[in-house]
């Protein structure tokens, strides 16, 4: 009896967790229907709005239309315009407004490569000003280097010292001082040449002692200068008041040939210039 009891009672059981569950489904799927319907009501309502606004700027519409069509036939009467008339010119308006446009776009755009043109030309020209002011730079202590290398010698005359060229880069550094003149030379064996106001021969070279004679024809004189070496200054007078002239050779080119130059001052006679 006892086990014949206990089987209703768990069916019981099973049956009402069953009954439990629907209910609470049931429940759940009622708030659910209720949310949603909420949703759609509040959309139906926007929607109801939207188109009573659309209705009436559609009215606003059609009542601007007319209110600018009786301006337009208005304006046509006034102006003895037709509205094709009126048409056409609203379109020539348009058109001029747009070409007008296109050129000055076209304008701006001509003018923006003008513009990078020019500082295209200024960058060069800036970039051209430095490079100059480097080869100065450059110059001027190429310059002051060839300046600390000139060699102060005494002249075989005088008792001071006669700053010398030994070679041509030398000499044109001499020549920016400006207080001397300078004329340089290439001498032959055998050769009389002109030489500023004088003339110069060369009587005899010795390639092996760097030594050499030659003779300087100034003031219708003849001055021998034997036995002389490489960068020494040769010195005598020249002119119808006495100036000291300097002859120097820097090179023996070969057994019959010396290149130098000849130094005057400032004050001396200059040779003609040949037409």
Not at 132 to 141: A, E, G, I, P
Not at 169 to 189: C, I, M, P, Q, S
Request: hydrophobic residues 35%; charged residues 25%; contains cysteine.
């Amino acid at each position: 009896m006892s086990e014949i009891d206990e089987t209703p009672r768990t069916y019981s059981g099973a049956l009402l967790a069953a009954i439990a569950v629907a209910l609470l489904a049931a429940i759940a799927g009622l708030i659910w229907c209720m949310t949603l319907n909420s949703k759609i009501t509040a959309q139906q309502a926007e929607l109801t709005e939207a188109q009573q606004q659309n209705a009436k700027l559609a009215a606003n519409q059609r009542e601007t239309e007319a209110r600018l069509q009786v301006a337009t036939d208005e304006l046509g009467k006034s102006l003895g315009l037709t509205q094709k008339q009126l048409d056409q010119r609203a379109q020539a308006i348009i058109k001029q407004e747009e070409a007008d446009s296109q050129k000055l776009e076209s304008e701006q755009k001509q003018t923006e490569q003008q513009v990078s043109t020019v500082s295209n030309q200024v960058t060069t020209v800036q970039t051209d000003v430095g490079g100059v002011k480097t080869d100065l730079t450059k110059t001027q202590s190429d310059l002051a280097a060839t300046e600390s290398q000139l060699q102060s010698v005494r002249g075989d005359l005088s008792n001071t010292n006669s700053v010398i060229a030994r070679n041509h880069d030398e000499l044109v550094t001499l020549a920016h001082k400006g207080d001397r003149n300078f004329y340089e030379f290439t001498l032959t064996k055998g050769q009389r040449k002109p030489v500023g106001t004088i003339s110069l021969e060369l009587k005899r070279v010795d390639p092996k002692k760097n030594i050499y004679t030659l003779v300087v024809y100034s003031d219708d004189k003849a001055v021998p200068k034997p036995n002389r070496g490489l960068d020494e200054p040769l010195q005598f007078y020249s002119g119808k008041d006495p100036a000291l002239f300097e002859v120097v050779v820097n090179s023996i080119n070969s057994k019959n040939q010396i290149t130098g130059y000849l130094s005057t001052p400032k004050s001396a006679p200059t040779p003609p210039t040949v037409q």
